[in-house]
């Protein structure tokens, strides 16, 4: 099945990017005209704020939730956000962070008072007023996030930070100490994730192929998905939250993406 | 036989239509810390404080995981503990700090969890912008900054009561709760049911606190303080002196009021049964001329509010008969106005109920005479035994005290109006020509008892089979009156009481479980029992008022006829 992902940040020709089944990283960077400026590659950010980030090291991965289920995968809003090497790792996770507070709906405790906190303590960790204890509890605020939050959006906020910290903690620990050199250097305008048009894309469910089994709804963590038992389920566009969960899991192939304009 | 088997925290428990794993766990007698989980109210899942572990190491809400055969769950993990404290210390710290302050003090759900898990400190500011209190009701006071958003007001308010009076509002980190227009709660549609406070596990919402008022006029020796005492509050107070719902502690409560400076105490049954022989009365009335049928009772404040708001065409259908504590403050004040004016004293009237909508009625324009209100103040139940506490009287300690005569003594009608089928029940009596034992047994077999929110019952009186509807909850009342202006059921005698279970669960009582408000329901069916007489038209001292002057009174003083605001 071909997916249609946003590819942005450090490439040539950011945009709209069809890919196909078994298509890589690397290949799907290609796509998008590779990367700009003769800059190396340093790190990818897929699926936005509940999304997860990967470096080198996976490149070659195709772009899947199979393969890519150990890093804590997620199709997200569909963005792919390429940094190249200039970039500060810990600038870029502190914009996603950010994210949450205006994209999350603030419904349960520990992701409304938990990326409330997160985004606190990057402030602090962004002007090097943070210690290794206030980043330990960071971590364990986003890490109990990641486990009690309601929905998969609130479950997602950890993996973006678990591997940014995991593939790159020189530079975490170059922010504890006050000084990082990459924020010095980059004078770039930053790699701003969102601003994609919004409800760019709906989710629905092809009725001809639909056989009323329930597994989506049941399935489904914003309780979008309606209907009787052995007659199509339909998904309401106002309650959905994009996460996908349904598309994965339907045994006939009957939940697609469809593009809408604006 | 059950559905399936499975085990919390190594306890072997059967489930069987227990929708959720938090309800197999109340049932194995584990209690799974919660804010947001109702067993009336539908699942909401956001304080996250109910998690829980499976066999398989997976961690999820039990308010939200269904359970299945064979299940192993863990309530009580280290994971778990720490997830918790910091949920807890999460919540906290978007919280204002000034317990001592609070009126919830000592009674809130978040307080208390913060010290079953040892919150001591708190590594956050509150950095969040403080919103503006909110008392421009009479019933109520809202301080959206101890708010935690679990959103029981907004489910309790839309799917108990019907009203949907409380949103919630923004997203993320501006989520907060407003009620419908952002406006002051005074100018919404709210009925003033304070539904939302009893089911707050915080001080958000709270009851109005008019204690001071009452200090000052127990104080002031210019003021005969009267005080009546609603049925519903003698088997619900002794909950907070640990004496088990139900049981009655009337005769402790006189004796406390006694303690604390008030005058004279009375009991608003005696107001019940003026209400039962009035309403009753009007009910054969209109029985026979068919006018304005069915009637319906007006004892309860936030149903005739509910009315007069969003259902005005049912305004000629209620009782203009009087609620029992406005009944006894009009005949009250009325007999001793007189005799304040010689003895150059005023009369202050006290009323002890378990709602807060009766603030609400007391200020009501209607309800005054030569510029006073009949009632003028009204405490609840909660109030009271913050007086009583403040008093440093040992509640349970306390010798007995009857209320006073005359008004202190009604009958086991009068008794039973605390809970919801009582006041239909009530009225039958009076108007059954059958006056035997086997009438009462017939009445009470009849199915106006019960638990279910709805309750249908034919009774023949005389040669006509009278049919009664009891229903609580306003959301269920609007259902039954849909039917009824549909034509789907014809009805002579509905009987609606906003609170589930009546007012034995008012919002002016402590806060309690289902089963204790069944239980306080079971203690005033007791009373009636052990009544020395259980019919209204037995009430010897009201047979002697009605004899002097109060039959060709009535009108004036124990009536009043609702009308449409004029403004709509």
Same mark, same amino acid.
């Given at each position: ?118 985004? =606190? ?21 986003? =890490? ?25 903690? =020189? ?51 914003? =309780? ?39 | ?14 489930? %069987? ?6 309800? &197999?766990?109340?049932?194995?007698? !584990?209690? &799974? ?7 009336d ?10 998690? !829980? ?36 210390? @999460?919540? @906290?710290?978007?919280?204002?700090? %000034? ?12 307080? %208390? ?26 019933? +109520? ?19 108990i009561e ?31 049911c304070g539904q939302?406070?009893a ?7 709270? !009851?109005?606190? #008019? ?13 005969? &303080?009267?005080v009546q005492i609603a049925p519903a509050v003698r088997v619900a107070i002794g909950e907070a002196?640990?004496i088990p719902a139900g049981e009655n502690v009337l005769d402790k409560l006189v004796?406390?009021l006694? +303690? ?5 105490v009375y009991d608003t049954i005696f107001g019940a049964d003026l209400t039962v022989r009035e309403e009753g009365a009007e009910f054969m009335?209109r029985l ?6 069915p009637l319906m009772t007006s004892c309860c404040p936030a149903w005739v509010?509910h009315v ?6 049912? +305004?000629?259908n209620l009782s203009s008969a009087l609620s029992p504590m406005q009944m006894f403050a009009t005949v009250l004040? %009325? ?15 006290i009323a002890i109920m378990p709602c807060t909508a009766k603030k609400?009625e007391a ?8 510029? !006073?209100?009949?009632v003028?103040?009204v405490l609840t139940t909660q109030?009271v035994i913050?007086?009583?506490? #403040? ?9 007995k005290e009857s209320p006073d005569l005359p008004f202190g003594m009604g009958s086991g009608a009068g008794e039973i109006f605390g809970t919801a089928g009582g006041v239909a029940e009530a009225v039958i009596r009076h108007c059954l020509p059958d006056k035997s034992k086997n009438g009462l047994r017939m009445i009470s077999h009849s199915g106006l008892r019960g638990t279910e929110q709805l309750r249908f019952a034919t009774i023949p009186i005389?040669?006509r089979q009278v049919r009664v509807a009891v229903v609580h909850g306003l959301?269920e009342a609007?259902?039954l009156?849909?039917? +009824? #202006? ?5 009805l002579d005698l509905v009987e609606v009481m906003t609170c589930r279970t009546g007012c034995v669960g008012g919002a002016g009582q402590p806060t309690a479980l289902m089963g204790s408000k069944r239980k306080r329901a079971e203690g005033l069916y007791e009373l009636d029992r052990s009544a020395l007489f259980k019919r209204a038209e037995r009430n010897p001292v009201l047979n002697?008022m009605y004899?002097?002057?109060l039959?060709?009174?009535s009108?004036?003083?124990l009536h ?9």
């Amino acid at each position: 099945m071909v997916k249609e992902y946003l590819v942005k940040g450090d490439v040539c020709v950011p945009g709209k990017v069809m890919v196909a089944d078994g298509m890589t990283i690397r290949q799907v960077i290609e796509a998008a005209g590779g990367m700009a400026d003769g800059k190396n590659f340093k790190a990818v950010q897929i699926g936005g704020p509940s999304g997860t980030l990967l470096c080198a090291d996976q490149l070659d991965l195709s772009l899947d939730a199979k393969t890519l289920a150990p890093f804590g995968f997620r199709r997200g809003d569909s963005v792919i956000t390429v940094l190249d090497e200039g970039r500060c790792i810990v600038d870029a996770v502190d914009r996603f962070m950010k994210q949450t507070q205006t994209d999350f709906c603030g419904k349960c405790v520990s992701c409304r008072e938990g990326t409330r906190r997160i985004t =606190e303590l990057f402030d602090a960790l962004m002007n090097g007023s943070l210690n290794e204890d206030g980043f330990q509890l960071l971590l364990d605020i986003a =890490e109990m996030v990641s486990v009690t939050g309601f929905c998969a959006l609130g479950k997602g906020v950890y993996d973006t930070l678990k591997n940014a910290y995991q593939f790159f903690p =020189e530079e975490f620990h170059a922010h504890m100490g006050g000084s990082c050199a990459l924020c010095a250097a980059d004078t770039r305008p930053p790699v701003e994730p969102g601003n994609i048009p919004y409800d760019r894309r709906r989710i629905v469910i092809d009725p001809s192929l639909c056989r009323g089994c329930s597994r989506c709804a049941r399935s489904c963590h914003a =309780e979008a998905i309606f209907g009787v038992i052995k007659s199509p389920f339909t998904i309401d566009q106002k309650k959905c939250v994009k996460c996908f969960t349904c598309m994965d899991l339907c045994a006939f192939g009957a939940i697609r993406e469809e593009e809408i304009d604006g | 036989m059950a559905k399936g088997l499975m085990y919390i925290d190594n306890i072997r428990v059967e489930f %069987d239509e227990e929708p959720t794993v938090m309800a &197999v766990c109340r049932k194995a007698g !584990v209690e &799974v810390p919660n804010f947001c989980f109702h067993s009336d109210l539908s699942v909401y899942g956001a304080c996250r404080m109910c998690m !829980v572990e499976d066999e398989n190491g997976k961690i999820d809400a039990a308010c939200t995981m269904v359970p299945k055969d064979g299940m192993h769950i863990r309530t009580n993990t280290a994971k778990l503990l720490h997830y918790r404290r910091m949920i807890l210390e @999460l919540l @906290l710290s978007a919280h204002c700090r %000034d317990c001592t302050l609070c009126d919830k003090s000592g009674n809130c759900r978040l307080q %208390d969890m913060a010290m079953r898990f040892g919150i001591h400190s708190m590594r956050f500011q509150d950095t969040r912008k403080p919103i503006e209190n909110d008392e421009s009701s009479p019933a +109520i006071s809202i301080d959206y900054n101890k708010c935690i958003l679990c959103g029981d007001c907004v489910r309790v308010c839309q799917e108990i009561e019907g009203i949907g009076n409380l949103h919630f509002a923004g997203h993320g980190p501006d989520l907060r709760i407003i009620t419908t227009g952002d406006q002051p709660i005074s100018a919404t549609r709210c009925i003033s049911c304070g539904q939302c406070s009893a089911v707050c596990p915080t001080g958000a919402i709270v !009851v109005k606190n #008019e204690i001071g008022e009452a200090w000052k006029a127990i104080h002031d020796p210019k003021k005969r &303080v009267v005080v009546q005492i609603a049925p519903a509050v003698r088997v619900a107070i002794g909950e907070a002196y640990e004496i088990p719902a139900g049981e009655n502690v009337l005769d402790k409560l006189v004796s406390a009021l006694k +303690i604390m400076g008030v005058d004279e105490v009375y009991d608003t049954i005696f107001g019940a049964d003026l209400t039962v022989r009035e309403e009753g009365a009007e009910f054969m009335r209109r029985l026979e001329s068919g006018e304005n049928l069915p009637l319906m009772t007006s004892c309860c404040p936030a149903w005739v509010k509910h009315v007069e708001n969003d259902r005005p065409q049912f +305004i000629k259908n209620l009782s203009s008969a009087l609620s029992p504590m406005q009944m006894f403050a009009t005949v009250l004040k %009325d007999r001793y106005r007189e005799k304040d004016a010689e003895a150059g004293r005023e009369t202050y009237h006290i009323a002890i109920m378990p709602c807060t909508a009766k603030k609400m009625e007391a200020a009501r324009p209607e309800f005054r005479r030569f510029g !006073v209100p009949n009632v003028d103040l009204v405490l609840t139940t909660q109030e009271v035994i913050k007086m009583i506490k #403040e008093s440093g009287i040992r509640f349970t300690a306390l010798e007995k005290e009857s209320p006073d005569l005359p008004f202190g003594m009604g009958s086991g009608a009068g008794e039973i109006f605390g809970t919801a089928g009582g006041v239909a029940e009530a009225v039958i009596r009076h108007c059954l020509p059958d006056k035997s034992k086997n009438g009462l047994r017939m009445i009470s077999h009849s199915g106006l008892r019960g638990t279910e929110q709805l309750r249908f019952a034919t009774i023949p009186i005389g040669d006509r089979q009278v049919r009664v509807a009891v229903v609580h909850g306003l959301a269920e009342a609007d259902r039954l009156l849909d039917k +009824i #202006e549909s034509g789907e059921v014809q009805l002579d005698l509905v009987e609606v009481m906003t609170c589930r279970t009546g007012c034995v669960g008012g919002a002016g009582q402590p806060t309690a479980l289902m089963g204790s408000k069944r239980k306080r329901a079971e203690g005033l069916y007791e009373l009636d029992r052990s009544a020395l007489f259980k019919r209204a038209e037995r009430n010897p001292v009201l047979n002697m008022m009605y004899a002097q002057d109060l039959a060709e009174r009535s009108h004036e003083l124990l009536h009043h006829q609702y009308k449409a605001p004029e403004n709509e």
